[in-house]
C-alpha cells in the first residue's frame, strides 16, 4: 500500500516550466527540524489519505491539460510501490519530478535509469561535516548522499540541487563547502526559510533577500547557476 497524505490537482510552482500536479507522500528518514510538511514526517503511519487508484484516476482525466507531476514527501523514495506507480504516471504521457533527499541512491538511480523520472530536485542539507545535526540525526552514511550527488552530476537526468537556508543553520563557511562539494552543477538553488506551526521544531529564522544575494558570488564561482528562490523582497 503506497502512503499518500496528500494531492494537490494543479501547481505552476512546484515542476519547472510545467503545470503539474503534486502527490505527497508520508514517511521520511530524516528529522530535520526546519521541515516545513512536518505532519508528513511524524505521523507516518496515518492511514493513506487516497489510494494510486484515486490519483492516477484523476491524472487520466486531466492528462491533455497537466504537463507533469511532482512527486514529493516526506520522502518518496521509501515507497516500495513507487516504480510502479511511475510507470502509469508516465504511460499517461506525463512527466515526473522527484523530489528527494537523496539517501536512497539505489533507488534513485533505478528509477531514472528506467525512464520512469524526468526531472530530479535534491536537497542539499547542508555542510558535509554538518549533515547529521542539521537532518535532525545522531549518525548518517555521508557515502549515500554523496552517491546521489555524483549520479546527478554525471547528467543522466535533468536536475537541481537546493538548499533551504535557516540562520542558526547555515553560515557563510557552510556554503562555501557546498559549493567546493557541488561545483558544476547544473542548477542549484538557495530556498528561504519561512517559519510555521506545521514545521518540526518552529522557531528557526530566515535570512533577508539582501543576505542571500551576498552569498551568491561564493556560490557562482563554482557554481555559475546558483539562484535564489522564493524569498520575497
Not at 526531472?119 to 555521508?142: H, N, Q, T
Amino acid at each position: 500500500m503506497m502512503n499518500i497524505q496528500g494531492f494537490q490537482k494543479t501547481t505552476l510552482l512546484d515542476y519547472p516550466k510545467h503545470m503539474a500536479a503534486t502527490v505527497f507522500f508520508g514517511g521520511c528518514n530524516f528529522r530535520c527540524p526546519f521541515c516545513h510538511n512536518g505532519d508528513l514526517v511524524l505521523l507516518p503511519h496515518r492511514p493513506p489519505a487516497l489510494t494510486w487508484e484515486d490519483v492516477l484516476g484523476y491524472l487520466k482525466k486531466r492528462k491533455n491539460i497537466l504537463d507533469g507531476v511532482c512527486i514529493t514527501g516526506g520522502e518518496p523514495t521509501l515507497q516500495p510501490e513507487l516504480g510502479p506507480f511511475l510507470k502509469h504516471i508516465k504511460e499517461l504521457g506525463l512527466s515526473v519530478k522527484l523530489d528527494t533527499n537523496g539517501y536512497s541512491p539505489s533507488v534513485l538511480m533505478e528509477l531514472c535509469q528506467a525512464g520512469l523520472v524526468d526531472y530530479v530536485a535534491m536537497d542539499i542539507k547542508g555542510a558535509p561535516k554538518k549533515y547529521a545535526e542539521i537532518c535532525g540525526l545522531s549518525r548518517i552514511d555521508f557515502s549515500r548522499i554523496e552517491a546521489s550527488v555524483d549520479f546527478l552530476l554525471s547528467g543522466t537526468v535533468a536536475y537541481e540541487f537546493r538548499t533551504t537556508i535557516v540562520r542558526e543553520l547555515h553560515k557563510e563557511e557552510d556554503l562555501q563547502a557546498i559549493a567546493a562539494w557541488i561545483a558544476g552543477a547544473k542548477a542549484y538553488y538557495l530556498q528561504g526559510y519561512q517559519d510555521s506551526p506545521q514545521v518540526i521544531s518552529p522557531g528557526f529564522s530566515a535570512y533577508t533577500l539582501e543576505e542571500l544575494q551576498h552569498f551568491l558570488p561564493l556560490l557562482r564561482a563554482s557554481i555559475p547557476s546558483a539562484a535564489i528562490r522564493g524569498v520575497e523582497h
